[in-house]
């Protein structure tokens, strides 16, 4: 029986609801001295503080936060930061919820620290953090005394493998590729140019990496330079599906689409659509809905007292020509089965 | 105040004109007269109106009371276009020059002559540039070529450019603001002599100036207000340099 | 353009007044994007030649086409001694009307309008906060940046909204020889533009306002009524860019665009146009536009790292910044 099966899911909440309430009147309002395992107020109320929501990534990540939560009848509060690159304004913004009364805190960071101190107070009023997609800074965190219960997040590097293999095989005769990141020093990016590099074969080339800063017109821009520095570019690996989009633009103006090969990360309806057209060449789709789902039910398997693992691995898939109707079919939700350490948790 | 004189010689008449600045009142019922062709002087120490009473009669301020009547005829002046339209030109204390702009854009600030090509209307430069040439010569002011940036010009040729602006385009009354309080001698000198230049053409001439000689020997009338009222009138020739500071300390009443 | 200082000497003064020029920093100060220019295309041109291959000079103009447009309306904001903030967001803005009424199925002349009149309803309501609230400029346009912003994701609820129009992508792919017509729109914009502030009424009172307020109120110039039209002015040919990025990316996308707003007023300052107002050209933060542009663009030819192209980009800015001193 799997755990997707709403039914399961519906009584498996019923069931933490009451338990939850059962455990919060028999412990009064004082607080308890429990260890990580029982939070103080279990009343099971969650708040989740993620990025820009000017990205349909984050926008599916939070749908699936709130999905998970209503059928587990979780309250859920979910506040994005202003822009994706907002990162004092979603610190701000953490430090308010901090305050009240939720007893389980999803967090998608901008950066590795800038939420270290709002998560810091989390911290020391034993409220359970949940790491999501982005990872907070583990040496920070320790210092801080804040290290999360669990983080779920894409494995980057593992993506720009998938990537790295991928553009080997659309390129049997070898050649040169071009990577497109986002803001300089990002470490996702990295992380996902770093995989792509390690995943292609021996005669495919890594030899010019631009950054775009995540923006569609700066990845046409410079797709554009790159490849009149290039002329025998035979493709291109770009950091996020919004910027792939800007370079697919820039290699049918060129006159290329389909000669110049381009993959690229995240999973956007407007990719998977633009891998069905043709237009991309492939996409390492990752699961923010599943993320955020996950993240719920980490909540809850931490309210009921389980403890969580430490890394737990969201599902990514490659999205090409031949399963580009599948994936749009599902999207936002992953179109292949995943492991979900937290629903066996919940069983 | 006045002496006897045939009432169509009187170019300008200021009529018990006030204004005040929220609490602060500026201008109480501030009465005079300026014949025409004449250089009638206003004095008065600092913070007295003088500069204030002067905006009112260029456009910018708005009396709350009392009425100004020029050539004849009562005036709503509600803005310097107005003024300038009556014929009343004005050189303010600062000059009222744009700096980056050249002596001919400053000239014809805001009289812009135009060309039509049909709907929209074009700078003619090349009209504005000779006139500009014009007007400066005709005054014998020493200035640069009018395509200079006021900007390069001294103290004494941006006064002049003022000057000729306010006197160049057919006016009835121009009103100078302190002409020479920031000049050396020699400039100073030949801004009076453009002054007198003026009057002799026929302008009339309302003059502020702290320079009690320059106040003797240039000007017919002279006006002493104090703290915001107008204290008395003199005939120049027959008052004595004396009589006006005492006036303007009020050691002597009106 | 800068005028002749002292009167026009007999003609053995002439080269006297050349070499005298040439010896002058403020000359150099005065051309400085000019100069700039020429010593990238030659220094760029030389490391390498496809810097001024006919293909890449037409990706370079048309890459600069949207921030060229954006500098001219910042040019005139500025040359009130004013500042518009706002102008990335406002063209924000007007590309998510773009795209919402094109997904309605508007139409591409309906979906243009929307863009621009998007883009002067921020104008407007720059102008009359500047001018009639007198609150301050910067001030107002930051309102004015985060308020077209927040509303650009709410109309769009965030998502972008694909635009393919046949008309749209012949606009941003053709063009006549190595001058496509993004760049061309720009130019007539950068023509009309110079015409309004250097040969109509309208231009001399833009900079009187700039130049010194107090002698254009004493001369009857409304500065109030400048400052509306120049910010309205901003905020059209915000809209206008709009349209000119959505058909570049084929999108309408409520992306935050920041590096437009820092790379117009770098432009115009490269441009030698003061920021404390009244003295203005359009040449010049046009030529600073191309500048910034073909700065990055030969960058990512040489291979540089990315890591050194902002640097690259700060130290011409402030380099440009630090000759404007030096204007008479």
């Not at chain 1, 519906?10 to 455990?23: I, P, S, Y």
């Not at chain 1, 403890?307 to 399963?323: E, R």
């Not at chain 2, 006139?131 to 390069?152: C, D, G, H």
């Not at chain 3, 591409?108 to 002067?120: K, P």
């Amino acid at each position: 029986m799997s755990a997707r099966n709403p039914a399961t899911r519906t009584a498996l909440g019923v069931a933490l609801v009451t338990g939850a309430a059962l455990l919060a009147s028999a412990c009064g309002s004082s607080d308890s001295s429990g260890g990580a395992a029982t939070t103080a107020n279990g009343n099971g109320k969650v708040a989740a503080v993620i990025k820009g929501l000017d990205n349909p990534f984050f926008q599916s990540m939070e749908q699936g936060l709130n999905d998970q939560a209503k059928s587990a009848g979780v309250p859920v509060t979910v506040q994005a930061a202003a822009s994706i690159t907002d990162t004092t304004g979603q610190a701000d913004k953490l430090n308010g919820l901090a305050g009240q009364d939720f007893s389980c805190f999803v967090v998608n960071p901008i950066s590795g620290t800038n939420l270290i101190q709002g998560v810091a107070q989390l911290a020391a009023k034993k409220k359970t953090i949940v790491n999501i997609d982005s990872p907070i800074d583990a040496k920070a965190a320790k210092a801080a005394n804040a290290t999360p219960a669990t983080y779920i997040g894409t494995d980057n590097v593992q993506a720009g493998e998938l990537a790295g293999k991928r553009m080997t095989q659309l390129l049997p005769s070898g050649g040169a590729v071009a990577a497109i990141g986002g803001i300089s020093g990002d470490v996702t990016s990295g992380a996902r140019i770093e995989g792509f590099s390690k995943g292609l074969g021996s005669n495919v080339k890594l030899t010019q990496t631009v950054a775009a800063n995540w923006d569609r017109q700066e990845a046409l821009t410079q797709a554009t330079n790159v490849l009149r520095a290039n002329p025998a570019l035979a493709g291109f690996f770009v950091a996020n599906d919004d910027m792939g989009l800007g370079v697919a633009r820039a290699v049918a103006n060129a006159g290329k689409t389909g000669k110049i090969k381009i993959i690229s990360v995240d999973g956007i309806k407007d990719a998977l659509e633009a891998v069905k057209a043709g237009q991309l060449d492939g996409v390492v789709a990752q699961y923010p809905y599943a993320i955020g789902s996950m993240g719920i039910l980490a909540c809850q398997a931490a309210a009921k007292g389980k403890t969580l693992p430490a890394t737990v691995k969201a599902p990514v898939a490659l999205v090409t020509k031949a399963n580009a109707d599948k994936a749009l079919a599902a999207t936002p939700k992953p179109f292949q089965a995943y492991a979900n350490p937290f629903q066996d948790l919940l069983k | 105040m006045t002496t006897s004189s045939p009432a169509q010689d009187l170019l300008l008449e200021v009529t018990d004109v006030s204004l005040a600045f929220g609490s602060v009142q500026a201008l109480k019922d501030v009465s005079l007269t300026l014949r025409r062709g004449e250089v009638t002087a206003l004095v008065g120490d600092n913070g007295a109106g003088k500069s204030t009473l002067v905006r009112c009669i260029s456009g910018i301020h708005h009396p709350d009371a009392g009425t100004i009547a020029f050539d004849g005829a009562e005036l709503e002046l509600s803005s310097p276009e107005d003024a300038r339209e009556a014929g009343i030109e004005t050189v303010h204390q600062n000059l009222a020059l744009v700096e980056d702009l050249t002596v001919w854009q400053n000239l014809f600030l805001n009289r812009e002559l135009v060309r039509k090509v049909g709907p929209l209307a074009f700078l003619d430069r090349g009209a504005m540039q000779r006139q500009a040439k014009e007007m400066v010569s005709t005054l014998a002011v020493n200035v640069p070529a009018v395509q200079s940036r006021v900007r390069r010009l001294s103290g004494g040729q941006r006064q002049a450019v003022a000057i000729c602006r306010a006197a160049g385009f057919s006016s009835k009354l121009v009103i100078m603001d302190e002409p020479t309080a920031a000049l050396g001698v020699q400039e100073t000198a030949k801004v009076e002599e453009l002054i007198l230049r003026l009057r002799d053409e026929g302008h009339a001439v309302l003059l502020i100036s702290h320079n009690f000689e320059q106040v003797m020997r240039l000007s017919n009338q002279v006006w002493v207000m104090r703290a915001g009222r107008c204290v008395g009138g003199r005939r120049t020739d027959q008052t004595t340099g004396q009589e006006i500071v005492s006036l303007i300390t009020g050691a002597l009443a009106a | 353009m800068p005028s002749t200082t002292t009167a026009a000497g007999p003609a053995e003064t002439r080269s006297e007044t050349w070499s005298a020029r040439a010896k002058d920093v403020g000359f150099w100060a005065e051309w400085a994007a000019l100069v700039g220019l020429v010593a990238l295309i030659v220094i760029f041109g030389a490391l390498n030649p496809t810097f001024l291959s006919a293909g890449n000079i037409e990706s370079m103009l048309v890459a600069a086409a949207i921030l060229i447009i954006l500098s001219v309306g910042q040019t005139f904001v500025i040359a009130t001694a004013g500042i518009d903030l706002s102008v990335a967001s406002t063209m924000t803005l007007g590309a998510v009307a773009f795209g919402q009424v094109y997904a309605r199925g508007g139409g591409l002349w309906a979906s243009c309008l929307a863009a621009v009149a998007a883009g002067t309803v921020v104008g407007i309501a720059n102008g009359l906060l500047v001018a009639r609230a007198k609150i301050t400029d910067f001030i107002v346009t930051l309102g004015t940046l985060s308020a077209a912003a927040g509303l650009a994701l709410i109309l769009s609820d965030g998502k972008p909204v694909t635009v393919i129009d046949a008309g749209l992508l012949k606009l941003s792919t053709g063009g006549i020889g190595v001058l496509g017509w993004t760049f061309l729109i720009a130019a007539v914009v950068a023509v009309a533009a110079h015409v309004t502030l250097f040969r109509t009424r309208f231009g001399t009172h833009v900079l009187a306002t700039g130049g010194s307020p107090e002698a254009a109120t004493a001369t009857g110039i409304s500065t109030a009524r400048v400052k509306i039209a120049v910010y309205v002015i901003s905020g059209v040919l915000a809209g206008f860019a709009a349209i000119l990025l959505v058909g570049r990316i084929g999108a309408a996308e409520p992306a935050a665009n920041t590096s437009f707003l820092l790379n117009s007023v770098a432009a115009v300052v490269l441009g030698g146009v003061s920021l404390f107002g009244g003295r203005a050209t359009i040449i010049g933060p046009v030529l600073g536009a191309l500048l910034l542009t073909a700065l990055v663009n030969g960058l990512t030819l040489l291979g540089v790292s990315q890591f050194y192209q902002p640097l690259s980009v700060g130290i011409v800015v402030v380099l440009a910044a630090f000759l404007t001193r030096f204007q008479r």
